[in-house]
């Protein structure tokens, strides 16, 4: 049977951003941004997530939004990640030997925790670094977790020996997922940034948040907001002790050098610690 135009189009596309990511890992392209979250109770700086963008020489700066499912799809998602847990890695090291301490989150793929590698990667990107493994947390999709559930409980407690901490990204309250999650290790849900959205048209949200937030307390969980985008948002998510706040009413991401600036900034114009 023939394909039809649409279906091969897309298939010499797919190829196409294929071999440009190729040339983007041989040529140094990537680089990371890096987002600051707040303290929503306090307001002090909490730490930062890394986020992977490209820079692609016609198109300028991409975010992942463009690229980062053809990179899982051609497996290359695996290089890519290694390679940003090691930037972010030594990133924080710097960070931290000139006396910030806060944490550094990095997002892990599907494919890269389903590798029996992926232990010896985290290993070996704290030690290159000196990283402080309790200030590092790997940010997984809760798909990621919820595959194979056996497999991975297994992997998290071997990387929990390395005395890093784990978050569930784009969490949604009302779900069942709290209850499939609750075999696994974990030390942060990250509320979805679409529900952070409707939080304030919502009496149903806030009381999901705030049922979320009475639970994660019994499980000494902590709670952050994706997604903060005006006070309203924050002023809600602080009445139910949500703990820790991200998004662009607080700050966009930045690359390093911006951070740097961010913090002196910060420190000077809250009075709180770093």
């Given at each position: 049977m023939e394909r039809e135009p649409a279906d091969a189009d897309a298939e010499k596309a797919s190829r196409d951003?294929?071999?440009?990511?190729?040339?983007?890992?041989?040529?140094?392209?990537?680089?990371?941004?890096?987002?600051?979250?707040?303290?929503l109770q306090t307001n002090a700086f909490a730490g930062v997530e890394a986020l992977i963008r490209w820079r692609h020489p016609v198109l300028g700066d991409l975010s992942p939004d463009s690229f980062i499912d053809e990179l899982e799809a051609s497996g290359q998602i695996v290089p890519v990640g290694r390679w940003a847990l090691n930037t972010a890695c030594a990133q924080g090291a710097a960070w931290h030997d000139r006396g910030y301490r806060f944490n550094v989150s990095v997002n892990v793929s599907k494919r890269q925790f389903d590798l029996t590698q992926f232990f010896q990667d985290v290993a070996d990107a704290l030690s290159s670094s000196r990283f402080d493994p309790s200030l590092l947390v790997l940010e997984f999709a809760q798909k990621t977790l919820l595959g194979d559930r056996d497999v991975a409980a297994v992997r998290l407690e071997q990387l929990k020996t390395l005395g890093v901490r784990f978050a569930v990204d784009d969490f949604e309250p009302g779900t069942s997922a709290m209850d499939e999650l609750e075999q696994f290790p974990i030390d942060i849900v990250k509320l979805d940034r679409e529900f952070i959205?409707?939080?304030?048209?919502?009496?149903?949200?806030?009381?999901?948040?705030?049922g979320l937030v009475k639970r994660s307390e019994k499980r000494h969980l902590q709670v952050i907001a994706s997604g903060i985008e005006d006070s309203e948002q924050r002023q809600r998510l602080q009445h139910e002790n949500v703990h820790v706040g991200q998004g662009f009413l607080f700050s966009k991401p930045h690359e390093a050098e911006e951070i740097d600036r961010y913090l002196e900034d910060f420190a000077i114009f809250s009075g709180k610690p770093l």
């Open positions: 951003l294929a071999l440009e990511l190729a040339e983007a890992i041989e040529h140094e392209q990537f680089f990371l941004v890096y987002q600051p979250t707040i303290d959205a409707g939080l304030s048209t919502s009496s149903e949200a806030a009381s999901l948040v705030h």
